[in-house]
Nanobody, 122 residues
Framework: QVQLVESGGGLVQAGGSLRLSCAAS????????MNWFRQAPGKEREFVAG????????YYATSVRGRFTISRDNAKNTAYLQMNNLKPEDTAVYYC???????????????WGQGTQVTVSS
């Protein structure tokens, strides 16, 4: 089974950029749909972006569309989330997750990373 480790979080000023990485162990990474979710303090975890197996399909939450870009490199077993024009409301713990189907629902994803903190100051 794939195990996931996120990295790349940190503190950035509003308008800045960060790139999150999600490194996967195992040889079956390319067979998984990869999503990013986030959870802000006091709020429920929410969908951010997703990418299908061969990068043909990508999908985004309305709140990040046009600012965030999800991608994957199956040769490196890694998924990425490029975040531009960050806003204070993007502050959250960001999680990557692997699943078998294209979905925005966290219930469809059983493999999760430990999360990485993103803090955007105003």
């Amino acid at each position: 089974q794939v195990q996931l480790v996120e990295s790349g979080g940190g503190l950035v000023q509003a308008g800045g950029s960060l790139r999150l990485s999600c490194a996967a162990s195992g040889r079956t990474f390319s067979s998984y749909v990869m999503n990013w979710f986030r959870q802000a303090p006091g709020k429920e975890r929410e969908f951010v972006a997703g990418i299908a197996w061969s990068s043909v399909g990508t999908y985004y939450a309305t709140s990040v569309r046009g600012r965030f870009t999800i991608s994957r490199d199956n040769a490196k077993n890694t998924a990425y989330l490029q975040m531009n024009n960050l806003k204070p409301e993007d502050t959250a713990v960001y999680y990557c997750a692997a699943g078998a189907v294209v979905s925005r629902s966290q219930n469809s994803f059983r493999i999760w990373g430990q999360g990485t903190q993103v803090t955007v100051s105003s």
